[in-house]
């Protein structure tokens, strides 16, 4: 079973900065496409960013030149590396090894929380 496990979050001003990370277990973790997902209260859970086991990358037009995905194989570990960040950047935040001809995600782990406030 495929697990994930997301840390980095916090809280942090306007126009800062934050790197999330998410270590995979349980999976052949370089050959799958790996997705950043965030949640805000009370809306629906969001594609935010996703890279190809190539590495290709591609962002929701909220983020794009503010966030960069990353992936290092050797460690099992996908980044998000959050700059500038904006009030509605606030949202729990997870990783996933999404099938987008499926459409089937793995289960969640727990995610870790951003808050974009001063």
């Known amino acids: 079973q495929v697990q994930f496990v997301e840390s980095g979050g916090g809280l942090v001003q306007p126009g800062g900065s934050l790197r999330l990370s998410c270590v995979a277990s349980?999976?052949?973790?370089?050959?799958?496409?790996m997705a950043w997902y965030r949640q805000a209260p009370g809306k629906q859970r969001e594609l935010v960013a996703h890279?190809?086991?190539?590495?290709?990358?591609n962002y929701a037009d909220s983020v794009k030149g503010r966030f960069t995905i990353s992936r290092d194989n050797a460690k099992n570990t996908v980044y998000l590396q959050m700059n500038n960040l904006k009030p509605e950047d606030t949202a729990v935040y997870y990783c996933?090894?999404?099938?987008?001809?499926?459409?089937?995600?793995?289960?969640w782990g727990q995610g870790t929380p951003v808050t974009v406030s001063s």
């Open positions: 996933n090894r999404p099938n987008f001809i499926s459409k089937h995600v793995e289960v």
């Open positions: 349980g999976t052949v973790f370089s050959i799958y496409t």
């Open positions: 890279i190809t086991s190539g590495g290709s990358t």
